[in-house]
Structure formats: C-alpha cells, structure tokens
C-alpha cells in the first residue's frame, strides 16, 4: 500500500526535474537551481543514481585549488522519446534522449496510404530506423498532422489526401504497434512550441503554418491556447479580403496554385510562383505573365495583410510566424504588407519568417512536447513511488 509524498520526495521530484533540463550540471549548481540543501541535494542525487536516473559524466574542467566538482548526468538508459512530423510531401522524425539531445532525425517523402493501418505501420517502421541506436525505453511519441486535433487522439480538417485520419484511428493504431504513449497535435501547434522552447522571452504569439493545408496555432503567457472545439484554430473558412475567394484558398499551396491557374498562370508547381518572380521570363508573353502573376501575389499579400489582422485584433499578439512551404512566398510579399498593416492598425504584431526545414523544424517542435510529457510522467512517478520499493541495478530505471 502507497503512501502520501513526502518532503523528501517532493525534493527528490525538483532534483530530477531539473537533471532532466539542465544536465550535465554539478551538485553546487544544482543546489542554485532548486535552493534546497547541500545535504537534501546529495541524498536525492544518491536514490536518483540507484533508480538509474544520474550518472557521473566527467569533472569539472577549471583549474584551480580544492577539489574539482563532478558533473550529473542523464544516461541514455532513461530513455528516449520521438517527434513525428507526418506531412502531405515530406515526413519527418526525430529522437533525443530525455535531456532533449538529438540522437537520430531522418526525412523521407510521405507515402500515401488509403487505410489507417498502413498509415501507422510505415509511421512506426520510420521511428525504428531513426531510433535503433536509442537506449532505453521509448516514452512518448508525439505526432503532428497537417490538420486541428482535439484532446491529443482526434483528427479534424486535415488535408484532402489524407482524409482518411480523420477521428483516433491513427493514434490507437500507432501506440500499439509502437508500444508507447502517443499523442496527436497539428502541424502549426508543434511549430510554435518549436519556437517558444527557443525564446522563452515570447509570451504571446500566433502561428500560420501555409502548407498544404493553412493551419493555426497561438499561445498566451508562453503557452499553447487549445479551444474546446475542432471549430478552433479552423481560421481558413474566413474571407480573404478578394474576391470570393476565402483564406485557405489563398494561404495554402493547392489553393493558391488552382487560384493562378484559373487566372491563367501556367504553373508546374507552386514554388515557380516566387522563383520565376526574380528574373525575366523570355518568352513574348511575358508582359502578361508578369501581369497575372501580379494579380496572383495580390491576392495572397491580401490574404496575408487579412490573417495577421484578425488575430492582431482578437489575440493581440506580439509576434506573429509564417512556416510551411509557402513562407518564401511570405518574404517576397512581407514589405507590402508591413506597410498596409501600418496604415490600417495601430499596432502591427512583429512579423517573423525565419528558417524552417520542412519536416525537420515541427518534428523537434513534436519532440519537445514529448519531452514535457515523458518529464511530468517521471516526476508523477516519483511522487507515487513511495511504498513500491526501489530498483537497485543503475543500469535499469525504475520509472
């Protein structure tokens, strides 16, 4: 029979909680961070390294008199947890170890699939290869889908070719091929956790992820606003301020490249769009495709001035981010719209591009979140370990 935490557990929790983020660190360190005793902080480090949880990882290298402090570490048998960004044309996947460092990414194209199973069985042979050097057990996998997802498991909304997620099928499919927890987010969701582990100085933010899909995600006070609802975040089904023409028909790679089409702009692919923009066509009717191409890039500067407005006047952001395959689109247009956003708002958001590696920035988003959550099941464990007895073997954690 268990009993109530203690003190001493709750310390113990603190220690861990901080190893976890912060090693290699020495115990004078970790006495800073937690402000508990040098006494609390040994003991706790001492049934930390026979739960399997700490490690000596080297010396401390500055010279001088006195003894030189032992580093903690977290060895790679605590485990290891995945991010998954599982894209229209691009999946990617990354492992770290529960320190968050990288021990394996991998990019692949997406292979389509017409029934869930499959879906999830070619998600989890990809987690095998990038994780086969992983030690350890897997934790957690966090999969981040161009679509809204609703309590971690449903799918709504998602892009056209991959109807077939939609609802938990994917999720229950996954964990237990995988044997592991799994949570589903959306693309623009991971995205933004990408961006505020980066910047803890961000407090409130919104995202457009302009992929396949136009996807959205915000933050308040530096974390992630989740609606009640799959009606949120669903910020596509607004007009685009022209035409007829609504938000995801302009901020989205299908629907812009059908929207220059139907102007008669003949376009192989999306990305002609901006990279034919910066140097003259030959041909003689390249007045007119100059023309319609700059109906085209008014449509979406339009559309763009229209989504950051909306969430300046209804999240009042600080920060507002463009990802996704149409953000050197964004760069090409971003002038224009600064300068129309100027005139139209009393205060313009700062708006922000960046880099993005297509797969690889909202996996390490997704394993991020991971990490949060394989962090908070660990301190739960510790917390409820007392009356459950003890793990000697260092080499085995106990949680």
């Keep these: 029979m268990t009993s109530n935490p203690t003190s001493r557990d709750y310390n113990k929790a603190s220690v861990l909680e901080v190893v976890l983020t912060r090693a290699p660190l020495t115990r004078n360190e970790l006495m800073e961070l937690t402000g508990l005793s040098k006494a609390t902080v040994s003991r706790a480090v001492e049934e930390l390294r026979a739960d399997g949880f700490v490690v000596d990882g080297g010396v401390d290298e500055v010279t001088g008199r006195g003894r030189r402090s032992t580093y903690l570490d977290v060895p790679g048998t605590t485990g290891h947890v995945v991010g998954i960004s599982f894209g229209v044309q691009t999946t990617g996947v990354m492992v770290t170890d529960l320190r968050g460092r990288e021990i394996a ?28 050097s992983a030690r350890g057990p897997l934790r957690q996998i966090v999969v981040a889908v161009p679509g809204r997802v609703r309590g971690g498991t449903e799918i709504f909304g998602p892009a056209e070719s991959m109807k077939i997620l939609v609802g938990s099928g994917l999720q229950r499919a996954i964990e237990e091929l995988a044997d592991a927890p799994v949570l589903l987010d959306s693309d623009a969701n991971a995205s933004l956790l990408g961006v505020l582990t980066d910047d803890a100085t961000i407090r409130n933010a919104a995202l457009f992820s302009v992929s396949t899909i136009l996807n959205f995600g915000s933050c308040t006070d530096h974390e992630l606003v989740r609606g009640r609802t799959p009606a949120f975040g669903d910020i596509g089904v607004l007009s685009s301020g022209f035409g007829d023409e609504i938000l995801d028909e302009l901020l989205s790679t299908w629907g812009l490249l059908r929207f220059a089409r139907k102007r008669g702009l003949d376009l192989e692919r999306i990305e002609d769009l901006w990279l034919e923009a910066r140097t003259e066509a030959p041909h003689a009717e390249a007045p007119r495709d100059e023309a319609l191409r700059a109906e085209v890039l008014e449509a979406f500067t339009r559309a763009i001035v229209t989504a950051v407005s909306v969430v300046a006047v209804t999240l009042d952001p600080e920060s507002v981010y463009f990802v996704g395959r149409l953000r050197p689109l964004v760069d090409v247009v971003l002038p224009e719209v600064r300068e129309r956003l100027g005139r139209n708002l009393p205060v ?41 007895g003890r793990v000697t073997e260092q080499s085995v954690p106990a949680f």
């Design 105 to 132: 990414q991998l990019t692949v194209p997406t292979v389509e699939h017409l029934e869930v199973g499959d879906a999830a069985r070619w998600l989890v042979d990809l987690v095998g290869q990038a994780a086969e």
């Design 348 to 388: 313009v958001p700062e708006i922000r591009t960046g880099s993005h590696l297509i797969g690889l920035s909202t996996a390490q988003g997704a394993v991020y979140a991971g990490l949060t959550i394989a962090h908070e099941r660990l301190r739960d464990a510790v917390l409820g370990a007392r009356g459950q």
